[in-house]
């Protein structure tokens, strides 16, 4: 297969449009039998539930090309089942976890051509989502709804790469106890984009948000979950009912205690404590694993000892391991990689 002409090594994270989406409907009660289709834009009606209450769940993975030259994504049925969690809350059908990894497969091996290639530092950005079509106005869940996944060609989320951003304290709050904080619902981004349209213009990469009932905690930010290394390379991440549970987090904490022989922890993380860390880095799909260099809580800055130039030392030996296992260079636990083609 022949891989289309972009320049791999230079693209940011952005929306590109590919050659095949995957659709499947769901009405009267059950799902069709999906398929992929040409067409990128979708037509609904006006009312539909997604338009007007933000009826809608999402998910992001990845697929990326082996040193071998194979294409792979990383932990599919974990995505499945945190899409099957987001539709619950949000009072949607489940689309069934196995029919999740089929359509993520299907759709990669249709846009194979995408898939940046080996070493070019891009990856195939995979968006499977859900939202509710029919016209709904009084304040209920649709009848119908509509899955889709696309994929885009991205490169670094943060335009630095892995040069270590600066954050700030939010004083916006993410999520609430006992809402929406842990699922993958569009309405949790919705309420960020002033925060972080804010955070910007003050010259920072991103927020930190704290925990919403004390602020004390820190949660997480809006795209990627935190880890901390301690001054005695300790890995320790925050515990909380009210941040997405990150596929990269809870694989980065397995990889950190059984390859690298590290001590771990998730537990309540306050932010007193955030001055004594040696390294700090957020991690998600997008952000994989990126430095942060410096925290700002309202002009008082916390500088890790790791600097504003790269990666700590033993994020480093994280992003080193993860990525490794990811592009087939390191063997990875079992049920971990999902072979595509
Ligand atoms: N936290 C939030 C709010 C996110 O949007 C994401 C991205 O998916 C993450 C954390 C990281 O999760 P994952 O590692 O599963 O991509
Ligand atoms: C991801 O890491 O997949 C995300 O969804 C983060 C952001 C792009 C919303």
């Avoid at 930190?208 to 290394?229: P, Q, W």
């Amino acid at each position: 297969m022949e891989k289309k002409n972009i320049d791999w090594e230079n693209i940011g994270f952005g929306y590109m449009e590919t050659d095949k989406r995957y659709v499947a409907n769901y009405k009267d009660g059950k799902w069709d039998g999906g398929a992929l289709i040409d067409d990128a834009n979708i037509t609904m009606n006006e009312c539909a539930g997604v338009l007007q209450y933000a009826q809608t769940i999402f998910e992001g993975l990845k697929a990326y090309t082996t040193e071998d030259g194979r294409i792979v994504t990383f932990r599919p049925d974990l995505n499945a089942a945190r899409m099957a969690d987001s539709a619950k809350r949000l009072e949607m059908p489940v689309f069934p976890e196995e029919r999740f990894v089929e359509a993520v497969v299907e759709t990669v091996k249709a846009n194979a051509a995408y898939v940046p290639p080996y070493g070019s530092g891009a990856t195939l950005y995979i968006r499977p989502y859900m939202f509710g079509m029919n016209p709904v106005i009084g304040v209920k869940p649709a009848d119908e709804y509509q899955f889709r996944v696309f994929t885009t060609p991205v490169g670094p989320y943060f335009k630095g790469g892995a040069k270590p951003i600066t954050i700030c304290v939010s004083d916006f709050d993410r999520a609430a106890p006992h809402g929406t904080g842990h699922i993958k619902a569009g309405l949790n981004y919705a309420m960020s984009l002033h925060a972080i349209v804010t955070a910007h213009a003050n010259g920072f990469d991103e927020n930190m948000y704290l925990d919403s009932a004390t602020r004390t905690k820190v949660e997480e930010t809006g795209g990627a979950n935190f880890i901390f290394v301690t001054k005695d390379n300790k890995i320790v991440t925050p515990h909380s009912e009210t941040i997405l549970p990150s596929i990269t987090r809870r694989s980065i904490m397995y990889v950190a205690e059984h390859y690298l022989g590290l001590e771990v922890e998730e537990r309540d993380v306050y932010f007193d404590e955030v001055k004594d860390f040696a390294e700090c880095g957020l991690c998600g799909t997008a952000a994989v694993i990126s430095p942060v260099g410096k925290v700002v809580d309202h002009g008082e800055e916390i500088c890790f000892p790791s600097g504003m130039e790269k990666m700590g030392p033993v994020t480093q030996k994280l992003y080193e391991t993860l990525t490794g296992i990811q592009m087939g260079r390191i063997k990875a636990p079992e049920d971990w990689i999902k072979v595509i083609g």
